[in-house]
């Protein structure tokens, strides 16, 4: 049965409530990852958030934790992943929809994890997606004072920031390729957005931010219940980015929602920064 044939049926009980809508950019599972919890000599915990986790990336490129693994390895820096990863999310899933005891017992057991695994503090942590950075920078209320005390010695540092220290002393030549920036709203709220355009400026000759960037209305699982939100939200966008081929973000989510409208293949800036490093192997 063909993508327009599943749509076509969805769609159908998407209007009458039943289900969300097919979507054919969703990606498939995302592959087993090795957990490194006792690595020796780490230097960073890396915490892979639940969207990296579970889907791929696009177009067969390796997933995002194997290839943040990589730029760290090439630049000099060792990643520790939690072992128990599997059983935590930074509680936005069920904060945004008004749970907040769910999202504040999810929130808790994953401050207390990261806690153990950052030595108590002391490593800084990578989160590869910035929505799932900001939730972790303004928790939700209602945390115990223990973990408020754990959180606030916590150093979050979003895949921004990460990648543009691991290139910082870098000087290779700049890509010849020309591509698309989508800055989340959580990049927005964190003051992110200039660096992240710097960063792909040092890594590509030619990067473009749609004039009318904004607000992809994907919202987590929104775009795919209420899919005419996420058809509003990028609709100029999408006119803006015609004829260009590749599109960077830093949420997952947020890449489908692009996706969906645009037929741009978006996926995360790591894979621009690892494309970048690749000239000093190839």
Same mark, same amino acid.
């Given at each position: ?69 990589? &730029? #760290? ?5 060792? !990643? ?5 990863? *599997?059983? /935590? =999310? ?76 691991? &290139? #910082? ?5 700049? !890509? ?5 920036? *989508?800055? /989340? =709203? ?97």
């Amino acid at each position: 049965m063909g993508n327009q044939v599943v749509k076509s049926v969805s769609k159908i009980f998407n209007r009458i409530g039943l289900l969300p809508l097919w979507n054919e950019y969703l990606p498939r599972s995302a592959e087993k990852f090795t957990i490194v919890e006792n690595k020796e000599g780490a230097t960073w915990v890396y915490y892979p958030s639940c969207l990296t986790r579970v889907f791929s990336s696009s177009n067969g490129n390796s997933n995002l934790v194997n290839t943040l693994n990589t &730029i #760290a390895t090439r630049t000099g820096i060792s !990643l520790r992943i939690p072992e128990d990863i *599997h059983s /935590t =999310c930074c509680s936005q899933v069920f904060s945004s929809k008004g749970y907040e005891e769910a999202a504040n017992n999810i929130q808790e057991k994953t401050i207390h994890l990261i806690w153990e695994s950052s030595n108590n503090g002391v490593l800084p942590i990578l989160v590869d997606t910035s929505p799932c950075t900001y939730q972790f920078l303004h928790p939700t209320p209602g945390l115990s004072k223990v973990a408020l005390e754990k959180l606030d010695q916590l150093k979050f540092v979003d895949i921004i920031q990460f990648l543009s220290q691991c &290139i #910082a002393d870098k000087d290779y030549p700049a !890509l010849n390729n020309k591509i698309v920036l *989508h800055p /989340t =709203c959580s990049t927005e709220k964190m003051g992110d957005r200039k660096q992240m355009v710097s960063l792909a400026e040092k890594c590509t000759k030619e990067v473009i931010v749609p004039i009318h960037w904004g607000c992809c209305g994907f919202a987590g699982d929104r775009g795919l219940i209420v899919p005419e939100l996420n058809q509003s939200a990028t609709i100029y966008e999408a006119n803006d980015v015609q004829g260009q081929t590749s599109g960077y973000s830093t949420s997952r989510t947020c890449e489908v929602g692009m996706m969906s409208n645009t037929e741009l293949n978006y996926i995360s800036i790591a894979y621009l920064v690892k494309e970048y490093l690749d000239q000093a192997v190839n």
